[in-house]
């Protein structure tokens, strides 16, 4: 006997995980679009997932590597690439000398500098489009869902 699929439950389900998951997709495409005409062409690569998880202060490679949830090798890879083009360097960590600190460049603090202007640049259009009120208000909603979902 063969089992059938309930068709109800094979249906694409509509929900705000959908919602989410567009917005945010279309945010991170606009930001690496942007980033790329502006000269950082490593922002349009896989080197550019480092950028959405390293603190502009620095950060612990150990850290790096759990917070983007991949390989020790893996990012070790995406930051042998990164240093080779000057956009971070690795640096002993002060507090763990069997560690190293992953940090911002020169090249890096330009990036950070012109990510941050198109961020702003892209809240100002969502708020202008949405209006003010509304913009605060799905900031204050965001937020709130990110506790719910914790």
Known sequence: MVKTLDE???SPLDHIGVDLFRAATAWRERLHADMVA???????DARGAVAAHLDP???????LVLRMGLTKQAVQQLLDGLEADG??????DPND???????YAAKGRAAVR???????RMERELRTRIGGHAFDELRAML???A???R
């Open 97 to 103: 000398g069997r560690s190293k600190r992953v940090v």
């Open 114 to 120: 012109d990510a941050n202007e198109i961020k702003r």
């Open 87 to 92: 956009i971070v360097r690795r640096e002993a």
């Open 57 to 63: 202060r620095g950060l612990a490679q150990s850290e």
């Open 38 to 44: 502006r000269g950082h062409t490593w922002y349009g």
């Open 147 to 149: 506790e719910v979902w």
């Open 143 to 145: 937020a709130e869902a």
């Open 8 to 10: 109800k439950d094979a």
